[in-house]
């Protein structure tokens, strides 16, 4: 396994070349850099300006944490709401049905892949379409959500086209007047259903993604520099059983060193460039594989 980051001019077919070679088709980890083209920002990309995320320490803290923070977020809904799948996705759903990939593990909380056509996907850090009470853990969906706090607090934001923030929130300094919903069933506090900074993902979540790395035939990382344990342990649980692992990244990310091949390139390009040329299916004439 190379320890250093390959500069491969054709990422395309070195790309297919990898998907030609997997034992089984490649489970798929991606991060936010699947999602940039869409529209949405990331936090760690070579561009992204340094933001600090809520941490769920500071969104328990009290009231106007929360308040700051659904006053943002409701601000922010609507343009991750409208957000689409961008032609990666689109080509990672084909390469999926053509049986070159396999499985999704998404650290991304936009359900974008699903939207795309991609099935068999969890979402390893929740979803921000979804919304959970932290005292009867009742869950509802955040456009319900959003019809409430838009009846609740008419006017607000009007005439502000605050920065888009990676979470679906925006940058938006006064937040003082703003009203939050409670649950409905009981009277609590509502949080995104989405894992935040400091939190921990639920072991049986992470527990079935490990069982999904120890029978993939390879491991495709697309769009994340696996700056936290979150996706990391991943990668390293593929290096540890000699799977064979491909990093598709603008820019270099902590799992290098345990790639076989790292490709610093956009996803969109790279997984759009394999559908357009053919290079999609494990099962398909000999004539759409590379090196046959």
Not at 23 to 52: F, K, N, Q, W
Not at 71 to 79: F, K, N, V
Not at 82 to 99: F, I, K, S
Request: hydrophobic share 40%; net charge neutral.
């Amino acid at each position: 396994m190379s320890a250093e980051p390959v500069e491969i001019a054709d990422a395309t077919e070195a790309l297919a070349e990898f998907l030609a070679a997997s034992a089984g088709p490649a489970l798929v980890l991606s991060g936010a850099g699947m999602s940039t083209d869409s529209g949405i920002p990331d936090y760690r990309g070579p561009e992204a300006p340094a933001r600090m995320p809520m941490t769920i320490a500071e969104f328990r803290s009290g009231p106007v944490a929360r308040q700051r923070y659904w006053a943002r977020s409701h601000l922010g809904w609507r343009r991750m709401f409208d957000a689409r799948p961008n032609a990666g996705h689109r080509a990672l759903a084909r390469l999926q049905h053509h049986e070159s990939t396999g499985p999704v593990i998404t650290q991304n909380v936009d359900g974008l892949h699903q939207r795309a056509g991609s099935t068999d996907v969890t979402d390893l850090h929740g979803r921000i379409d979804r919304v959970i009470c932290l005292d009867c853990t009742a869950i509802s969906g955040r456009t319900e959500l959003h019809t409430r706090l838009t009846a609740g607090n008419p006017g607000f934001g009007a005439g502000l086209d605050p920065i888009q923030r990676p979470d679906g929130d925006v940058e938006l300094a006064d937040t003082s007047d703003f009203v939050v919903a409670d649950c409905r069933v009981c009277g609590g506090i509502l949080k995104p259903d989405v894992v935040f900074f400091g939190e921990n993902v639920p072991p049986a979540r992470v527990e079935s993604c490990y069982q999904l790395v120890d029978r993939a035939g390879s491991l495709l990382v697309l769009g994340s520099s696996l700056t936290v344990q979150s996706g990391l342990r991943f990668v390293r649980r593929a290096d540890q059983l000699g799977t064979p692992v491909a990093i598709v990244n603008r820019g270099r990310t902590r799992g290098d060193e345990f790639a076989t091949i790292t490709l610093h390139a956009g996803c969109s390009e790279v997984l759009a460039g394999l559908v357009s040329r053919g290079l999609v299916s494990r099962t398909g004439p000999a004539s759409a594989r590379p090196g046959r």
